[in-house]
């Protein structure tokens, strides 16, 4: 709202501004950008400085805010750099000044830490929409978020499993190629952060039974239902990663890559 006259965003698959519109529904504004945020077309004279992935944007500094650091567009970097070094078997990742490995077309950084693909993005920033409405998705938050508050804090146990990249009761295959030794106690905390998300997803709109987990939703009820939750996967073992791999080397080598090989195969057994 901007004095006695309002706006409403209209966002792409990126969560970047396109359009707006007034009370009326008639479009005031338009953007369009290069892949990292350069607005190189513009209708309208609105005041709106929420722009390029839906980010705030700093006229006079010319910057981005994302939280952690400061994002300038024209040349693709933030101005400061990553506090993670970066992993030697991933060279992307030891330029600390890049904004997404120079990927903005597939990949968010809103944190200015840690960027994660725009499907996944976009999947938690549903999660959240819905948390805001629903008490047992709350609920449901705040054990996700003692879960992984608590991610490898402990040291490994001697015990390893056989983790499955992408579980049994999502449709994974109980074959090698989609199993990975991790240390038991790691195990099951992984198992229990994948679960309170899916939780979570309970309450973004997939309704009915579920044929092997009656206590979700219905997620198996289409395709876009096993994207979504093959989404969060992804976004589990990333978060996984970040506490457990990257900033602890608890676990051996990094888990999202992994289940990303075995969702590209594509055999399930739903």
């Given at each position: 709202k901007r004095g006695p006259n309002s706006s409403y965003y209209h966002y792409d698959g990126q969560l970047s501004t396109r359009q707006l519109s007034g009370s009326d529904a008639a479009v005031t504004d338009g953007y369009v950008y290069d892949a990292f945020g350069v607005v190189i077309g513009q209708s309208g004279t609105t005041v709106n400085n929420y722009l390029f992935a839906g980010e705030q944007y700093?006229?006079?500094a010319a910057l981005y805010y994302l939280r952690a650091r400061f994002y300038h567009k024209e040349s693709g970097r933030f101005i400061s750099q990553d506090t993670w070094e970066g992993d030697i078997f991933n060279?992307?990742?030891?330029?600390?000044?890049?904004?997404?490995?120079?990927?903005?077309?597939?990949?968010?950084?809103?944190?200015?830490?840690?960027?994660?693909?725009?499907?996944?993005?976009?999947?938690?920033?549903?999660?959240?929409?819905?948390?805001k409405r629903s008490k047992d998705a709350q609920r449901s938050w705040k054990n996700y978020k003692r879960a992984r508050a608590g991610l490898c804090k402990a040291g490994a146990s001697t015990f390893t499993n056989s983790h499955h990249l992408v579980p049994i009761f999502i449709g994974g295959l109980d074959i090698g190629s989609n199993q990975m030794k991790i240390p038991a106690n790691f195990h099951r905390q992984f198992h229990r952060l994948f679960h309170h998300l899916l939780r979570v997803l309970q309450f973004a709109g997939h309704y009915g039974p579920a044929p092997k987990i009656p206590y979700y939703s219905n997620l198996f009820g289409d395709d876009a239902a096993r994207k979504a939750v093959h989404a969060v996967l992804i976004l589990t073992a990333q978060i996984f990663d970040s506490e457990c791999y990257y900033k602890k080397k608890a676990i051996k080598k990094p888990i999202a890559p992994e289940i990303k090989k075995q969702i590209e195969v594509g055999k399930w057994d739903f």
């Open positions: 700093d006229p006079n060279p992307l990742s030891l330029n600390r000044y890049a904004y997404t490995h120079d990927n903005p077309i597939n990949y968010v950084d809103p944190s200015g830490k840690f960027f994660t693909s725009i499907i996944e993005f976009s999947v938690s920033h549903a999660l959240m929409d819905n948390i």
